[in-house]
């Protein structure tokens, strides 16, 4: 399975090089070096190779310190960028002007020519990246969350986005002639007609996004994921982002219509609302109707799928083509390519082979998307953005965009039954902008809508509203009043059904087999937050969430739904019970016989070579004397500490190591002979001892609670005790004395031993 989903980022990857390599990256266009096309690829390999090290690199830094992986994804671009490091130049030859040209770019940009700052392969990578991305936020779209919640839902995500969109597009009118003289002919044009401008409408429509990942993270750790103001949230995050790509749609429309009507008036030409509305008409026809084409043909698209291909990732390859196509359609039609693929995926969200796809596109969006922020991070021009007047508008239209999500969404909310405080967490909870704001900025530029300075400023208030929302939300949560007016705004009371586990490895793994049990009965399972582990499951009119903090996994459901929560926690146990059971079995005596003494020539090799040295450094114990189990381990460690103090640095914590393991599964073997083992943090490589037993006044001289597999009293332990953490030669080492002790009865050769010595004599002549 690996190897296909290798296979799959490998082809994907290949496929988007060879496409786009040849692509001429549209207006403003990349500047022609002059380089040879061998020399242009290899530039591509080289800064491909750097820029997935540097986004893994940033999103790493960014989670561990709490915040989004886009952030850091975007910030190692910045820092990579031509207008960074990657403009810094090496040498003399080929990299004189640095990895991504900054020096050439910067001395076009002091004439005052435009240029895209990413190649045109790299910009068609980029692309592919955003279709993938936008893809599988189709597919985790919850359709049904989506109608259920769709008056509050609306309302709230309407609201959101229409304050957002004239705050961003007003700001952009009022304010831009003031700061930057080139867009100083705003100012004299009609309110009307100043709106619709390339930059006016772009920088409204990035101001609409929603991040719903962001807003669930926080709604999960302060368990309110079924609050009202989460339930709120999440289906007003759904309607924003749909909207918001609605918005795009009509914006493009309306940007098409202004260019075909001053092409056929000239520069006297005013606004011809008529070509606009048909054009806006037109884009909101295309999208709903293929929306409702591909929601109604879903089941039978999935059906062709599964009898045409049977293969997981066959599946998985033609729905991405599939969206590939839509993709390219809305394109032509003059739609946002993200938009068809969008909808491609809200149309697969509902059937089953939603996981399989999300599951088998898993490795190309991991190798892709980081590319994608990361490239985005590259195009912001960081002198530009350091300007005054950039940040100074950058700041207003910041704080703008914030208090229009707080109010769009705070005022809706209201009339829907929340209080005020209700209503700043929902406005708060849309504060957040991601992917689709980047997206969008990063359309914007490619086309030639915005210049540097104003793609810098979509950035800094992408990155500024990521930052802010989070805190701000937990404070609002940390009153512990209710955020309505009413006891049940819109949904039938909750409750928390919690399980209490051992670990939290065994949390997950039972996390894991609830949702694949859920799933097996045909309901709808959408993981929310890989890094929180929030599920949501969904089938008809029954909704619950599902999530795991450590060791404890909490289940949000109505009273209704608890007993079918609790009966299927009981399936998952006792499937786990029965598992254990067949794993705990003993092993067959003529199993042992047959395994232990078949001859090996690598392993007698190794014996004779490595690992039977490592008996040489055993503690030796002849006459050993213990009355239980647990003393004789006890024991043994005890003297393995004092003998070796550097290879143990904590007795006890070695001790509950081995009593642990010999609790899961004793370790007795046949004609007398018991191996106990256990590996710690606290042992340095491989420690061990060796007792014969000579308990004196006992049954048979030995220890009546140790069982064996052919119930022969215990005579001979062998106890091992090895670092948990590195490697180690544990398992042959283990092999080794098994063999040693039980071929040619060499048990009744160590039992002859009663000295150290003669011990050490006995591991060193097997052979």
């Known amino acids: 399975m690996k190897n296909k989903k290798l296979l799959l980022t490998c082809v994907v990857a290949l496929g988007a090089l060879g496409v786009f390599a040849a692509h001429d990256g549209g207006p403003p266009p990349y500047p022609n070096f002059g380089l040879p096309r061998v020399e242009e690829m290899m530039f591509l390999i080289l800064q491909l190779g750097l820029i997935i090290f540097a986004a893994r690199l940033g999103g790493a830094l960014a989670s561990f310190v709490r915040l989004p992986s886009?952030?850091?994804?975007?910030?190692?671009?910045?820092?990579?960028?031509?207008?960074?490091?990657?403009?810094?130049?090496?040498?003399?030859?080929?990299?004189?002007?640095?990895?991504?040209?900054?020096?050439?770019?910067?001395?076009?940009?002091?004439?005052?020519?435009?240029?895209?700052?990413?190649?045109?392969?790299l910009y068609g990578i980029a692309t592919l990246a955003s279709i993938i991305l936008l893809f599988l936020s189709g597919l985790e779209t919850n359709l049904k969350m989506f109608l259920r919640y769709s008056f509050v839902g609306t309302m709230v995500g309407l609201g959101g986005v229409v304050v957002s969109f004239l705050f961003g597009d007003l700001c952009a009118v009022y304010?831009?002639?003031?700061?930057?003289?080139?867009?100083?002919?705003?100012?004299?044009?009609?309110?009307?007609?100043?709106?619709?401008?390339?930059?006016?409408?772009?920088?409204?429509?990035?101001?609409?996004?929603?991040?719903?990942?962001?807003?669930?993270?926080?709604?999960s750790e302060k368990k309110k994921m079924d609050s009202e103001e989460g339930v709120t949230i999440m289906a007003g995050a759904v309607i924003d982002d749909v909207l918001g790509l609605i918005v795009l749609a009509i914006g493009n429309g309306i940007i098409m219509a202004n260019h075909a009507a001053a092409k056929a008036g000239g520069a006297a030409a005013g606004m011809d609302w008529d070509a606009i509305?048909?054009?806006?008409?037109?884009?909101?026809?295309?999208?709903?109707?293929?929306?409702?084409v591909g929601v109604l043909a879903a089941r039978w698209i999935a059906k062709f799928l599964k009898a045409a291909f049977k293969s997981p990732v066959m599946i998985a390859t033609m729905a991405f083509g599939l969206a590939l196509v839509l993709a390219g359609f809305f394109e032509f039609m003059g739609l946002a390519m993200i938009i068809g693929a969008y909808v491609m995926g809200l149309a697969l969200s509902r059937t089953d082979l939603k996981h399989p796809i999300q599951e088998m596109l898993s490795p190309v969006y991991t190798f892709l998307v980081p590319v994608f922020f990361c490239a985005m991070g590259m195009m912001v021009d960081v002198s530009a953005l350091c300007s005054k007047p950039v940040l100074i508008f950058g700041g207003v239209y910041t704080v703008l965009a914030v208090l229009a999500k707080v109010?769009?969404?705070?005022?809706?909310?209201?009339?829907?039954?929340?209080?005020?405080?209700?209503?700043?967490?929902?406005?708060?909870?849309?504060?957040?902008?991601?992917?689709?704001?980047?997206?969008?900025?990063?359309?914007?530029?490619?086309?030639?809508?915005?210049?540097?300075?104003?793609?810098?400023?979509?950035?800094?208030?992408?990155?500024?509203?990521?930052?802010?929302?989070?805190?701000?939300?937990v404070a609002l949560f940390k009153p512990k009043a209710r955020g309505v007016r009413h006891p049940k705004l819109s949904h039938d009371g909750s409750r928390s059904v919690v399980f209490e586990l051992n670990t939290s490895d065994v949390a997950e793994l039972m996390l894991a087999k609830l949702v694949a049990e859920f799933r097996e009965e045909g309901f709808f399972t959408s993981l929310l937050s890989k890094e929180d582990s929030i599920w949501e499951i969904a089938m008809d009119d029954m909704e619950l969430s599902i999530s795991r903090d450590g060791k404890t996994i909490r289940c949000e459901c109505t009273p209704a739904e608890e007993a079918m929560v609790m009966t299927a926690w009981m399936e998952v146990v006792s499937e786990m019970n029965d598992l254990g059971r067949q794993i705990s079995k003993p092993i067959r005596r003529d199993d042992v016989d047959r395994m232990l003494l078949k001859e090996d020539a690598v392993t007698t090799r190794v014996g004779r070579s490595g690992i039977g040295r490592y008996l040489q450094g055993f503690v030796m114990l002849p006459k050993f004397r213990a009355t239980s189990k647990k003393e004789a381990i006890e024991l043994m460690v005890d003297e393995i500490a004092k003998a070796c103090p550097h290879h143990v640095k904590n007795a006890d914590v070695a001790t509950a190591a081995v009593l642990k393991r010999e609790a899961s599964m004793?370790?007795?073997?046949?004609?007398?002979?018991?191996?106990?083992?256990?590996?710690?943090?606290?042992?340095?490589?491989?420690?061990?001892?060796?007792?014969?037993?000579?308990?004196?006044?006992?049954?048979?001289?030995?220890?009546?609670?140790y069982e064996t597999i052919d119930n022969s009293p215990v005579q001979i332990i062998v106890l091992t005790i090895a670092n948990s953490e590195k490697q180690t030669p544990y398992l042959q080492l283990m092999s080794f004395i098994s063999r040693a002790l039980r071929a040619d009865e060499g048990y009744k050769r160590l039992l002859a031993c009663t000295t150290a010595d003669e011990m050490r004599k006995f591991f060193r002549s097997v052979k």
Not at 75 to 88: E, H, K, Q, S, T
Not at 422 to 432: E, K, N, S, T, Y
Not at 669 to 684: K, M, Q, T, Y
């Open 70 to 121: 886009i952030l850091g994804e975007l910030a190692a671009g910045i820092v990579i960028g031509p207008w960074a490091l990657g403009g810094i130049g090496i040498g003399d030859g080929l990299f004189a002007s640095g990895f991504f040209h900054g020096a050439e770019l910067r001395a076009l940009a002091a004439k005052g020519q435009m240029f895209d700052a990413t190649s045109p392969a």
């Open 175 to 219: 304010l831009l002639p003031q700061f930057f003289d080139h867009f100083a002919s705003l100012s004299q044009l009609p309110l009307a007609q100043a709106m619709t401008k390339e930059a006016p409408l772009y920088m409204g429509i990035m101001s609409t996004a929603t991040s719903v990942g962001i807003t669930a993270r926080i709604l």
């Open 277 to 292: 509305g048909l054009v806006a008409l037109r884009a909101f026809g295309v999208w709903l109707g293929a929306t409702l």
């Open 407 to 473: 109010l769009g969404c705070m005022i809706p909310s209201m009339f829907c039954g929340f209080n005020a405080l209700g209503g700043l967490r929902v406005g708060a909870g849309m504060v957040p902008r991601g992917e689709v704001a980047l997206i969008i900025a990063g359309l914007g530029l490619s086309s030639g809508y915005l210049t540097q300075e104003i793609f810098g400023i979509g950035i800094m208030m992408t990155l500024v509203t990521t930052v802010v929302a989070p805190p701000a939300l």
């Open 666 to 705: 004793p370790t007795g073997l046949d004609h007398g002979i018991a191996v106990p083992h256990g590996r710690s943090p606290e042992v340095n490589g491989i420690a061990g001892a060796v007792a014969i037993l000579d308990n004196e006044g006992t049954a048979n001289g030995c220890i009546p609670d």
